[in-house]
């Protein structure tokens, strides 16, 4: 059964810490693996990986896939109280043309 | 550019009452979907277009929920009779074309019922 699997459920930090949130998975005929954003509505787009080893950078955000471990990881540095969020990794297969998302982790950071 | 809009934004109805959703996808994007968020959970697809055709609907239960993308641009997803369990957001997303990955969503439609 395909599954899409995102570490931890949730997390607390402080601002200015560092995190980093995990995703993996086991998808037939994998295509693609995005990271969302999303806030108290809908999803907002914020990488799309598809080769492993090439990191993908937008400011504080940076994100990387491993396709022989078959995991992502997002970190965020200097964490601001805007980051607060649920993030969510989906992934795409070439079989259907499924998408398959996680749960994702809920982040929280404080003042 | 304008993004993908849904309608409406919320809605409350009773157990086997039948309730409609709308959405307008970005202009010029040819694939067009339709997601089940229940609360707490990750968003999970329910159908899938290209253009006006049907690519996956493999976890739409289609005892009850139907939709149809007609002409090809915006969508409706129907539900009839709903059931408890239907109470979700349901988000509408497009895409460029089914090999381009990114989803750009719609604020969704809360359906609550009771």
């Known amino acids: 059964e395909d599954k899409v699997v995102q570490s931890p459920l949730s997390l607390v930090v402080h601002e200015g810490d560092t995190v980093t949130l995990n995703c993996s998975y086991e998808v037939t005929n994998f295509r693609s693996l995005l990271w969302y954003k999303q806030e108290k509505k809908a999803p907002t787009f914020l990488f799309m990986l598809t080769s492993s080893g090439i990191e993908k950078k937008s400011g504080r955000l940076s994100s990387i896939l491993d396709k022989k471990e078959l995991f992502s990881i997002l970190n965020i540095t200097a964490t601001q109280t805007g980051d607060s969020a649920i993030y969510l990794c989906a992934v795409g297969s070439n079989t259907g043309n499924q998408f398959y998302f996680g749960t994702g982790t809920s982040l929280t950071v404080i003042p | 550019e304008a993004g993908v809009a849904q309608s409406p934004r919320y809605k409350i109805i009773e157990k086997r009452q039948s309730v409609a959703f709308w959405c307008n996808p970005i202009?010029?994007?040819?694939?067009l979907y339709w997601y089940q968020q229940i609360l707490g959970q990750g968003p999970k697809l329910l159908i899938q277009?290209?253009?006006?055709?049907?690519?996956?609907d493999s976890q739409l239960p289609k005892d009850r929920f139907s939709a149809e993308r007609l002409k090809g641009v915006d969508s409706t997803l129907k539900i009839q009779p709903a059931k408890l369990e239907d109470s979700a957001v349901y988000l509408c997303a497009s895409s460029l074309d089914l090999v381009v990955s990114e989803q750009f969503f719609g604020p969704g439609t809360r359906l609550t019922v009771l």
């Open positions: 202009s010029g994007h040819a694939t």
């Open positions: 277009f290209q253009n006006n055709g049907v690519v996956d």
